[in-house]
């Protein structure tokens, strides 16, 4: 009994498989470590992939027309949108909204305007956009929380830590495609997580979810986890530093 | 050439720092400041993050601060005692100023607090210099000889209780005003970001009577040892102190504060004095003017938790 259903199972999911295309995504980080060492200045990340018959699959080769959209996003931390107001005659913070878990990193590259691509009711359940990055705080209430939130992506977007380049996937030909981004100097360091999709007739065919970590490396690494491992000696050793400093430049300089 | 601040965690150009590290350092060997109050207001209005340009000036001004201090110590012009107390009151003053810190940053007011402080005590500082110093100018020009006030002479803090005798400053004083003056400055110190010389000259000369030629030696010292520990407590509690940032600082202020204090021979006591005011108080008007023109975004946002802490 328990075989032949099996059977029944294997031969339908044959039939099934056989009809419809099939794609799978094969990419690659250009690197997949970051490191900052004392001269860093930020770093162009590359993606590079191909679209292919999926594994398993009969066809000798996938026809798109193909759109591919990658969503990078940063290590999370808790932010703070605040609002000024004039209070006795000087500006304020006045208004504070918390956003729990936001990405301080999140950008969107694409071969063609996401509206484009495919629906924004896809867009949404995927989370895609940058304005879907605030989530709705529940102390502020949904009004405040939309708007501060819409003022946060914009801020994080001025400072380039949040992007939307819809012209950011090339493709090479028909399947292969390559899209650069870059990193600014002050991108929080952590793991990076990068969501490649592919859509074809607005659907998601296939997906890929690859990471890259950026980290602070030899004598900067020994500095930071220092100043939050040993915080007491850290500050002895400022201190110690500056004395010498101040005093050696005293001597050269035979104040 | 940029180079990485691992604590800031933003790359800023080398040169630009050791730049107004020697600029700040400059003035403040022409003056006999710390310099604290120009740099701290420099790096923020360049894009530092304000709580880790306070907490890394500490440090600078402890470099700038030390071969001054020990110049005056060697020259015999440091009342140690005078100094412990100012000390001893000072850190307890900036273990306030520090928890005031913490308090400020995590409610979002840290930078608000910064520009009124700033502008407050720069101003009303600056205000009284040049009041001090024009008036001195216009009697040195009409030519009227003008004897400085005597150092013995007494006020209302004479006759507070627990007298103590100052040997150095031929002094027999309450230690009470002496205390207040260190814990206030402590705290403003720790605070701001910057030493408190400005404001512990002055002090010294015109509330306690201190002769003068121990003041910027006494001063000085004081400086030192309270940003020492002031340095030491930010990067405890607040975990902001760059030691790279400050370094970079400390290279150009140091050299730069040896040019100043050659220059500063070239110039009289009353000119210094007026120019050092005009100085202060063009800060105190900047920080002013970001207080009550409207900003260019009344938005603003801030990180609550370190990435790294989680």
Known sequence: MNAWRLLVAVLGWTLFTAGVQAERLV??????????????????????????????????????????????????????????????GIWLNTEQVTYEDFPSFFKVLSSDALLDVTSATTLAVEGILPEAQPDISDEAGWWKSSIFGTELVRLMTERGFFELNEQGVQFLSNTAYTAEMSLSSDAVPGVYLAQTYVFKDGEIVARRAESFSVRKTGFERYLATSASNQPLFYGIACVVLAVFTGWLGGVIFKR | MQIYLPIAELSVNLFFLVGIGGAVGFLSGLFGVGGGFLLTPLLIFSGVPSSVAVASVTGQVVASSTSGALSHYKRGGVDLHLALYLVVSGIIGAF?????????????????????????????????????????????????????????????????????????????????????????????????????????????????????????????????????????????????????????????????????????????????????????????????????????????????????AR
């Open chain 2, 96 to 308: 306030g100023g520090v928890a005031t810190f913490s308090l400020l940053r995590a409610a979002g007011q840290l930078d608000l607090f910064i520009a009124l402080g700033f502008l407050v005590l720069l101003g009303s500082v600056g205000t009284m210099m040049l009041i001090e110093s024009v008036q001195s100018l216009l009697r040195s020009r009409s030519g009227v000889v003008v004897r400085g006030r005597r150092a013995q002479q007494h006020n209302w803090m004479h006759g507070l209780p627990w007298r103590v005798r100052f040997k150095k400053s031929r002094l027999y004083i309450s230690v009470l005003p002496v205390l207040g003056i260190g814990v206030i400055i402590g705290f403003l110190g720790s605070l701001l970001g910057v030493g408190g010389g400005f404001i512990m000259v002055p002090a010294l000369v015109y509330l306690l009577r201190v002769p003068g030629n121990v003041v910027i030696g006494t001063s000085l010292l004081q400086v030192v040892a309270m940003m020492a520990a002031t340095t030491i407590l930010h990067a405890v509690q607040s975990q902001s102190v760059d030691i790279l940032l400050a370094f970079c600082l400390m290279v150009g202020g140091v050299a730069g504060a040896q040019f100043g204090a050659s220059a500063n021979k070239y110039l009289r006591g009353d000119q210094l004095r007026a120019l050092l005011a005009l100085l202060v108080l063009a800060v105190a008007i900047r920080f002013g003017l970001s207080l009550v023109l409207t900003p260019d975004d009344i938005y603003s946002m801030a990180v609550l938790t370190p990435a790294g």
């Open chain 1, 27 to 88: 990419s690659q980080l250009s690197d997949d470590l970051i490191e900052i060492t004392s001269s860093y200045d930020g770093e162009r990340i590359t993606f590079f992939g191909n679209i292919e018959p999926d594994a398993g699959s009969e066809q000798p080769y996938v026809t798109g027309p193909y759109n591919v959209v990658i969503a990078v996003t940063g290590p999370s931390t808790d932010r703070a949108a605040r609002r000024m107001s004039r209070q006795f």
